[in-house]
């Protein structure tokens, strides 16, 4: 704009009548906004007649050069009332315009017919003073934060307590409804922003970005952002990324099932290179040791009297296919670690040892000691692996020392029955 700071905002309306500090102040909804109502520390309550405004908006130009010569509009109050016995600190109108509640620090909040300003209803409970009031675009609930550290939920039917919540750890001071009315958004004196679940009146979301406290919420029409505006004089805009976030999950859920339906087939396969690798991608250690396993039974099943060569050279593989054993000796770093993580895990179950000790010797027999012990999670691997292999291994020794006492005793029966069969042999020919 070419046009001067000064002249860019003018002062059209001045409404000049309370006295005391002026708290609150609301606006009508509605698209011609006919009137506007503020609350005070002076108590009372005052709606402001707006129509001489209209001049203006259907005129602007000529009507803004007749408010810079003759100066602002002086606007009446239609009536005016105490509402409460303390001050006055928040004042919000009902969709529709056709009542408005007020919050004070009377600890109490109260429900008034716009068009007369009779009282409609007074909802009390909370132990310390309102701080701000909000009806929901959708039900007939308005909420109410206070100083006593709560948000509470009324129905405007009965104006009964239906819920309180609680988590901030001071005081409540600003709240607005989000979600189609399905949620709440709270700022408090703790420097929190809180978003809750209405229904199940659980925090899903705790917000912790200013260093102060949080004195009021601004949201856009539709929702996608939300200003916050605190004591530390900063205002912070936040974006509601719930629909991206929903998007970004079902895009990963799809990506999971189509992986894990390439696994299955490469399995049916038998195409051992390519399951390794996605079963270590998708995180799925479970199927990892089932392909291992599968691989040295096959190994230990296999038919020794097979001549051919690349039966001989399958045998010397590690786990049981040369693809395999190349699939390990060639992983990133990070699957390698991750990798290790499980064979830590497998090798702590006896039953699934063999198949972690011979992951681990693959994994030894492949890499260099310096590429090992450059993993992130080295020392605590080794750490883990090396007091159970050192039992599995004192177990081994300890069978094969057993192995020896019962071939030695089956030697002693095969002596023993030839020392029988010649006493017999001697007893026939006498």
């Known amino acids: 704009m070419d046009m001067p700071a000064n002249q860019r905002i003018t002062c059209i309306a001045i409404a000049v009548g309370h006295t005391q500090a002026v708290g609150a102040v609301c606006l009508a909804l509605a698209d011609d ?26 005129n602007p130009e000529s009507a803004l050069e007749a408010v810079r010569e003759s100066g602002p509009i002086k606007l009446r109050s239609k009536y005016t009332f105490q509402a409460h016995e303390k001050d006055i600190n ?51 609930v308005i909420a109410t934060t206070s100083g006593d550290r709560t948000v509470k939920l009324w129905a405007l039917s009965d104006y009964s307590c239906l819920k309180t919540l609680e988590g901030h750890t ?28 209405i229904k199940d009146s659980d ?8 260093e102060d406290k949080i004195w009021t919420l601004a949201k856009q029409r539709d929702e996608k952002f939300m200003a916050s505006g605190g004591a530390d004089s900063t205002i912070y805009i936040w974006q509601d990324t719930t629909q991206s976030e929903i998007d970004r999950l079902h895009k990963e859920e ?12 490469f399995l049916v396969a038998k195409d051992y ?25 096959a190994v230990e099943h296999r038919d020794t009297s097979a001549t051919d ?4 050279s399958e045998r010397s593989a590690i786990l049981g296919s040369l693809a395999v054993d190349e699939v390990v000796a060639t992983l990133a770093p990070d699957q390698l670690n ?20 011979a992951v681990l010797y693959c994994i030894l027999t492949r890499y260099t000691t310096q590429t090992v012990l450059e993993l992130p999670a080295a020392k605590d691997l080794i750490s883990a692996l090396l007091p159970y292999s050192e039992r599995h291994y004192t177990r081994l020794d300890n069978l094969l020392t057993d192995s020896f006492i019962v071939d030695y005793t089956l030697h002693a029966m095969d002596s023993l029955s030839l020392i029988t069969g010649d006493s017999d042999d001697e007893d026939d020919e006498e």
């Open 309 to 312: 060569d690349a039966e001989d």
């Open 203 to 210: 925090c899903v979301l705790t917000l912790d970005k200013h």
């Open 170 to 197: 001071n005081s409540v001071l600003s709240v607005e409804f989000m979600t189609s009315g399905t949620q709440l958004m709270t700022s408090g004196s703790d420097g929190l922003l809180k978003l809750w679940n």
């Open 90 to 140: 928040s004042i919000c109108l009902a969709p529709g315009d056709k009542m408005f509640a007020t919050g004070s620090q009377d600890k109490t909040a109260k429900i008034w017919d716009t068009a007369t300003g009779k009282p409609l209803g007074s909802l009390q409970g909370h132990k310390r003073g309102v701080w701000n009031v909000a009806f929901s675009p959708v039900d007939r």
């Open 254 to 265: 799809a990506e999971t099932i189509e992986k894990q339906q390439a696994l299955d087939n």
């Open 338 to 357: 991750r990798l290790l993580g499980y064979v830590k895990n497998w090798n702590t179950n006896g039953k699934f040892a063999n198949v972690a000790q």
């Open 273 to 297: 290179r390519n399951a390794i690798t996605l079963a270590l991608s998708l995180d799925q250690p479970h199927r990892l040791l089932r392909i291992f396993s599968d691989l040295m039974m």
């Open 33 to 58: 906004c006919p009137f506007m109502i503020s609350g005070s520390q002076d108590r009372t309550v005052k709606m402001w007649d707006l129509t001489p405004l209209r001049a203006i908006i259907d």
